[in-house]
């Protein structure tokens, strides 16, 4: 039995009490882009419940041109209008370098990638980067309500990156 | 207070009772795409403990380049090896196509978006057109444990789909 036929067991057992559907627009309004990290469950993190908000996620948690696809879509047909970006400690993208990671990758297969592997070694400096990248984006319309966390994988706790280094979370 | 504040305040009583850290790499070597939709809490449709697997998510579940730089990191640096993909009714990717899409933004902003928007008229056959997306792909090392599934936001069950249309999921 392969991890996926457990997992589809699970679905089958939560499907008998399931209460649906909702309506497709998110309830509250809100987006979050975070890290695809297998402990950042972002219902529990931030008392998500189902319905209320749209869930992008990638290695890092990086503003690439996917999520602004994701968050385009978001705003301009499904009205969301908050943004919540969260990175977080011990993050695999710290441990490596794009240099060194596609040199690996075309090494084993001979074809380089033509994306960027979007590792960073500072996370604060990145989640303020993903901001900016977002601020700058003409597609996206709703820019004002968009705040950067790193989530502690240690405590549960999200701290908020402040928009310059050195000021106060 | 916003929306945001409401979740912050939410984390803080979570981060009271958290139980942490778990190690980086996910333990049941599982990553999982899907669609960024409200309706789909991932941990609850497949009964996912934190710490087991991967999440990647978008609009659409669409296996983009994004997505594959996620998935090569995930399996090269962080060990996954089975993949599911995830799709669902009422997805809001079969609303509208891209053309309209993209030409709404560009009469808005006079700037046309330079990525495809990843509208769909076919739920099965875009899972399908995803699962082939990562087994062509050079970069993602393990594909043999690729599987596609339709979530149903009616009932909360996965249906498994076939690989070629019209054989039995």
């Known amino acids: 039995m392969s991890v996926t036929d457990e997992y ?5 057992a ?3 009490s399931f ?6 627009p998110p309830s509250r309004h809100l987006a979050v882009v975070a890290c695809m990290d297998a402990r950042l469950n972002i219902y529990e993190i931030l008392g998500l419940t189902k319905g209320e908000a749209h869930v992008i996620r990638n290695a890092g948690g990086a503003v690439t041109d996917d999520a602004i696809r994701s968050l385009t879509i978001s705003q301009r047909l499904l009205g969301t209008r908050e943004i919540i970006l969260i990175h977080h400690t011990d993050c ?4 490596f ?14 074809i380089r990638p033509a994306w960027a592997a979007e590792a960073f070694s500072d996370l604060e400096d990145d989640v303020r980067q993903s901001i ?3 601020k700058v984006n003409p597609f996206v319309p709703y820019t ?10 240690a405590t549960g706790r999200l701290h908020e990156v402040p928009a310059h280094p050195g000021e106060a979370g």
């Open 8 to 12: 589809l067991s699970n679905n089958a």
């Open 14 to 16: 939560h499907a008998v």
């Open 19 to 24: 209460d649906g559907p909702l309506p497709l």
């Open 92 to 95: 695999g993208m710290l441990t």
């Open 97 to 110: 370098t794009d240099d060194e990671f596609k040199q690996q990758i075309e090494k084993e297969t001979e």
């Open 132 to 134: 900016r990248r977002i």
């Open 144 to 153: 004002d309500a968009v705040r950067g966390f790193v989530f502690d994988v």
